[in-house]
């Protein structure tokens, strides 16, 4: 069943007067004092009365914080409600805005209208309000029976977000709306069971997606990945009933300057193959493929947006199972390009089919290629659940694409690729081996796709493409409870930093 979807608009008027079913406001500790944060727009007495019946209620003005206020006098709204905002920390004003916003649309479910007056005092800061509550207020009821489906309360209908001039509302609110749609995607295909989603069924979703767009969909089934050469999606898919497909989405407008190659990893089961994982590890690995959800869901939007910018993205999509044909550890696969690669470990196997991807995307000799996966659990161990690992092979992308990352609230963090990394990928059987020295995994992993990232030019002295790799294993998916704007399940990490990355570009 299908979930409704929060829908967004902008206004200049007065939140006050604005007839909604709820007006929402946030507040934060000043002293020992929780006051509301500043920019409002209510009358001194009306702000008054809210702060001190936050007072009495000893309110906290806490992160996850929501204060339920009803008859305020002078605000058409029967009801109020007061989430939280704390000032400083390490999250800017731009995060601390959506995820107040996200809390309260998490509270305000079964509720028609919202109207939010969190301080917004920018058209940026205003889109931020609005992204924060439309995400916050995601749920995915596809799967859910009739008995559940009944008692479900149905998300915030519309978010009305104040403070924006009238001649902006509606170009922001387009802008801000295909953001938050390819976000609302990319969750949902995480969230799609794995008897669902497939390689050929997400191959289709995607086409499905795109048709009447500006991008071009290209799929390739398992026959025509072994005519091109593509060992490393074939050996990962070859022991699932289920082929593995690559699909390829292609956005060219007219007066592009640049041109920025993304691969995405698309496993969309991970049984971990012959070197099978423990049962308990399996529950979420329908989350594997959350790279792939999120490249695609990242290219729609930056045509939707009309971004003059090339962009070619590479969705490596695989089941991997451990049927009669599943690859073995020892076996050898020859990657697009001619290398040749030893398996060691069959449950690392997003980094094979990356590989193919990556080689691909070379070929077209980008500007930049950036790839998003769940790679390794090392990541997560290294940065915890919520922080996207960044690594490159060039400094500048890898600092453009964290501090992007961190703008637009994919916490993103660098991780090294240390030289004493690579010796341990050798083999005496092939030209590598997938695997290297147990410490450093996320490195490990990354200090391996680097091996299939072209040139710029021909020759060995040609410069590298520049690459950057993030390792989404903990933000992609969230397994506890739901914070901020992020529900329980997939949260669509790094579709906004590849659309804040394709804006840079554009610019």
Known sequence: MAAPRTTVRFTDDSPEELAADVLVLAATKDGDAVRLVDGHGLSGDTAEHVEQVLATMGGEAGAEEVVRLAGVPGVAAPLVVVAGMPSGGPAPRLERLRRAAGVAARALTGRGSAVLALGQASPEEAAAVAEGAALGAYTFTEDHGVGKATSAKTPLGEAVVTGVAAGEAQALGAATTAVVDAVRYARDLVNTPPNRLYPESLATSVTERASGTAVEVEVWDPERLVQEGCGGIVGVGQGSARGPRLVTLRYAPEGAGAHLALVGKGITF??????????????????????????????????????????????????????????????????????????????????????????????????????????????????????????????????????????????????????????????????????????????????????????????????????????????????????????????????????????????
């Open 270 to 507: 991970d049984s971990g193959g012959l070197c099978i994982k423990p049962g308990a590890s399996m529950i979420t690995m329908k989350m594997d493929m959350a790279g792939a959800a999120a490249t695609a869901a990242a290219v729609l939007a930056i045509a939707e947006l009309g971004l003059p910018v090339r962009v070619t993205a590479y969705l490596c999509l695989a089941e991997n199972m451990t049927g009669d044909l599943a690859q073995r550890p020892g076996d050898v696969v020859t990657m697009r390009g001619g290398r040749t690669v030893e398996i060691i470990n069959t449950d690392a196997e997003g980094r094979l089919i990356m590989a193919d991807g990556l080689a691909l995307a070379s070929e077209q000799q980008p500007d930049a290629i950036v790839d998003v996966a769940t790679l390794t659990g090392a990541c997560i161990i290294a940065l915890g659940d919520r922080t996207t690992g960044v690594m490159s092979n060039d400094d500048e992308l890898r600092e453009t694409v964290t501090r992007l990352g961190n703008e637009v609230g994919d916490t993103s963090w660098p991780l090294p690729l240390p030289e004493e990394i690579r010796p341990s990928l050798d083999t005496h059987v092939a030209d590598l081996k997938h695997t290297g020295e147990r410490s450093a995994g996320a490195s490990v992993a990354a200090t391996f796709l680097r091996e299939f990232v072209g040139r710029k030019g021909e020759g060995d002295d040609a410069p590298s493409i520049p690459w950057a790799h993030l390792d989404i294993a903990g933000p992609a998916y969230n397994d506890k409870a739901a914070w901020g704007y992020s529900p329980k399940g997939g949260t669509g990490a790094a579709v906004r930093t590849l659309v804040a990355l394709a804006r840079s570009y554009a610019s």
